[in-house]
């Protein structure tokens, strides 16, 4: 009993409340999502579309969430994090029930690209949200339990929706559209604006959220006074000798660049878009799940209630053992890790080219959500890592634009390629993650030195003071 009371602490001790009910929100939403994870049959069966028509309406629907995830970070840093989450969940339920009773492939297509922008809105906000109340040394299990949370609601999205599917498409979007407004109103209910208070005048944002922070506001305007001048930038105490050197070049580069931060800096961050990059390639398989594989499995001649079987069983793997990763993971690199999960990523797939009955696509489930259960936690925190505090919610934009980017592209060239290539889509499929897999080991040592170099300096930078007021003696 009390090993198992230390594993549930280790495991979920020491989170705030106002996480838990993130974290509930979160779970209740997954759990109605029905709709677009059978999209893709509801146009082929109920509508009549072709593959490759498919394809593209469901490809309108990451086209719209490329332009939701940005839309939500900056909503979300600006606006708040609440009202984001809010306006994005209730324009989600009214757009989910005008989905349930179009009938023209137009509509749909159009309804469907707003959906996406809906849908993407909150993840941005969601994450900014946890980082803003979780401290710093705890938010590797927030993300953790975060993902936990999204696939437990998928796994009880995809048993339901099965059978859901076979008596109703139109049930599927009414359900969605209940369970959003509900996972709204906890929302509404319990958690506050965590977005962090600015302090007066043009200086940066007070991080409150850290429980480990040694400056106070005094310290802050202490530094300002003494260690600025008009100008030119502040500098972090950052050290002497080689590390402190490279600290302070890389910051006072990008103060010389660009002298108001905002969406354009996570543009122009190539270490974070060379992350970002190899988190689409990541996106881009896992998302073969939603979009292609229950094409592939209505061509072998399996029922809706087959591909919900599938789907539920990575939900239900990672229900089961993903509380048990940030153990197995924590003493390796975080490369390494992400290059493995992503090699089984390519492997499942790729066995999905010699598939023709249920059997096989479950084995296949098995090795993909090992990669998928793997890969969560480093994608999150290394993500969180190479965030400025004030551009939280900009940085989560642009590193969840890699999943609807990846909902448009997977269903748009996947359609084509199933059609026209078969089963050799799945070898294709493969064969990029493997290439994705080596490109992780590559890309981590620079990006480890990168975060290395600018732990120290996470803390807010000091303004410079305002220029000096003209006096009588020097007009």
Not at 21 to 40: E, K, P, Q, T, V
Not at 351 to 365: I, K, N, Q, R
């Amino acid at each position: 009993m009390r090993a198992l009371r230390h594993w549930l602490d280790d495991t979920a001790g020491g989170l705030p409340a106002t996480f838990w009910y993130l974290w509930a929100g979160l779970l209740i939403n997954r759990a109605g999502a029905f709709a677009m994870l059978f999209l893709s049959l509801y146009l082929t069966d109920a509508r009549g579309a072709s593959e490759a028509l498919t394809g593209t309406v469901v490809g309108a629907y990451g086209l719209g969430g490329a332009a939701g995830v940005l839309l939500g970070g900056v909503l979300a840093d600006r606006w708040g994090r609440r009202s984001t989450l809010l306006a994005a969940h209730l324009a989600t339920a009214g757009l989910m029930v005008g989905l349930a009773f179009s009938r023209h492939l137009a509509m749909i297509a159009a309804l469907a690209a707003l959906v996406g922008v809906a849908h993407s809105m909150p993840s941005p906000a969601f994450v900014a949200a946890i980082v803003d109340v979780v401290p710093e040394r705890r938010r590797s299990r927030a993300f953790n339990l975060q993902f936990w949370a999204f696939n437990l609601g998928m796994a009880v999205a995809s048993l339901l929706a099965g059978l859901l599917a076979e008596a109703s498409f139109v049930a599927l979007f009414l359900v969605d559209a209940a369970a959003t407004v509900l996972a709204a109103a906890v929302i509404a209910w319990k958690v506050p604006e965590t977005l962090p208070r600015r302090l007066a005048g043009p200086g940066p944002i007070l991080d409150t959220s850290r429980s480990d922070r040694t400056e106070s506001v005094q310290d802050i305007r202490s530094a300002a006074s003494t260690t600025c001048s008009p100008g030119v930038p502040s500098k972090p105490a950052v050290g002497d000798g080689a590390a402190g050197r490279q600290r302070r070049a890389w910051w006072l580069g990008r103060a010389g660049r660009q002298r108001q931060p905002g969406l354009h800096t996570a543009l122009t961050d190539r270490t974070f878009l060379t992350f970002v990059g190899l988190t689409f390639v990541l996106a881009v398989l896992t998302m073969q799940t939603s979009t292609i594989m229950p094409l592939a499995m209505r061509s072998d001649g399996l029922r809706p209630s087959a591909y919900g079987a599938v789907v539920a069983l990575g939900g239900v793997l990672i229900v089961l053992g993903q509380l048990f990763v940030p153990r197995l993971i924590e003493r390796h690199r975080k490369d390494r890790v992400l290059a493995v999960s992503t090699a089984l990523l390519a492997l499942g797939f790729a066995t999905l080219a010699f598939a023709d009955d249920v059997v096989v696509y479950l084995a296949a489930a098995v090795v993909w959500t090992v990669g998928q259960m793997l890969a969560a936690p480093p994608n999150a925190q290394i993500n969180a890592d190479l965030a400025p505090l004030e551009l939280r919610a900009r940085y989560q934009s642009v590193f969840y634009l890699a999943f609807p980017a990846a909902s448009f592209v997977a269903p748009t060239l996947g359609g084509v390629s199933l059609q026209y290539l078969g089963d050799r889509h799945w070898l294709i499929v493969g064969g990029l993650g493997l290439l994705a897999a080596g490109c992780h080991l590559l890309a981590g040592p620079p990006r480890e030195r990168r975060v290395a170099a600018l732990r120290p300096i996470s803390a807010p930078l000091p303004p410079p003071p305002p220029p000096p007021t003209p006096t009588a003696a020097t007009r």
